[in-house]
């Protein structure tokens, strides 16, 4: 694709909804009811293309014109109507490459499946299949911080000690590995025990 253009700009027309159209309009006529035109930057796709974030997303180059191929031919712009990408989509996956996952962490649930669903129709995006299989196993991660005593320590990640007040100054001596949980109970009116753990 020819980018020398002087701002890189090109105005595409992006899904809206159908049940807005009245004339059933097809892929050479637009309607302004189920059709939205925005400018999208093809210096800023280009970089994208080039860099680890979608140098091996193949087909979404091939679909912007960026490698050559007889997958498409017909016309050198991506046309996001045909494809049912409306604007917001298409803004979120470029938030998405820009951040990574810390967009992802911000994201409600609707909107992953709605980013999964764009990426797919780009023909997959390796980038957030690794940024998103990386935000699932944070997702699983257990919090280590809120394990506060024994019972609760389900999958029994820490080694466990109970000490009593009075043996608070020895312990702290002999056990520099364990760190104070949070949690402490009083067993009676005036003895109190104090939860301490380490990683297994």
Same mark, same amino acid.
Request: proline fraction near 2%.
């Given at each position: 694709?020819?980018?020398?253009?002087?701002?890189?700009?090109?105005?595409?027309?992006?899904?809206?909804?159908?049940?807005?159209?009245?004339?059933?309009?097809? %892929?050479?006529?637009?309607?302004?009811?189920?059709?939205? &035109?925005?400018?999208?930057?093809?210096?800023?796709?280009?970089?994208?293309?080039?860099?680890?974030?979608?140098?091996?997303?193949?087909?979404?180059?091939?679909?912007?014109? &960026?490698?050559?191929?007889?997958?498409?031919?017909?016309?050198?712009?991506?046309?996001?109507?045909?494809?049912?990408? %409306?604007?917001?989509?298409?803004?979120?996956?470029?938030?998405?490459?820009?951040?990574?996952?810390?967009?992802?962490?911000?994201?409600?649930?609707?909107?992953?499946?709605?980013?999964?669903?764009?990426?797919?129709?780009?023909?997959?995006?390796?980038?957030?299949?690794?940024?998103?299989?990386?935000?699932?196993?944070?997702?699983?991660?257990?919090?280590?911080?809120?394990?506060?005593?024994?019972?609760?320590?389900?999958?029994?990640?820490?080694?466990?000690?109970? $000490?009593?007040?009075?043996?608070? %100054?020895?312990?702290?001596?002999?056990?520099?590995?364990?760190?104070?949980?949070?949690?402490?109970?009083?067993?009676?009116?005036? %003895?109190? $025990?104090?939860?301490?753990?380490?990683? $297994?």
């Amino acid at each position: 694709m020819d980018l020398e253009y002087e701002n890189g700009l090109r105005l595409c027309s992006f899904f809206k909804n159908y049940f807005n159209c009245t004339d059933k309009c097809n %892929t050479k006529k637009y309607c302004s009811n189920c059709c939205d &035109f925005y400018y999208i930057n093809l210096k800023q796709i280009k970089k994208l293309c080039d860099s680890e974030k979608l140098k091996d997303s193949h087909c979404f180059q091939l679909l912007f014109g &960026f490698k050559k191929g007889s997958f498409k031919s017909e016309d050198k712009l991506f046309n996001f109507r045909n494809y049912h990408i %409306t604007y917001n989509q298409w803004s979120t996956l470029l938030s998405f490459l820009e951040n990574g996952i810390k967009y992802l962490k911000i994201l409600p649930n609707e909107k992953i499946l709605q980013l999964t669903e764009t990426c797919n129709k780009f023909g997959g995006i390796i980038y957030f299949d690794k940024q998103f299989k990386l935000y699932l196993n944070e997702l699983n991660k257990p919090n280590l911080n809120k394990i506060k005593k024994p019972d609760e320590d389900i999958n029994n990640i820490y080694k466990w000690k109970i $000490v009593l007040d009075h043996d608070l %100054t020895n312990f702290y001596k002999n056990f520099t590995d364990y760190n104070y949980s949070g949690h402490s109970e009083k067993i009676t009116s005036i %003895t109190t $025990v104090f939860y301490f753990k380490k990683l $297994v």
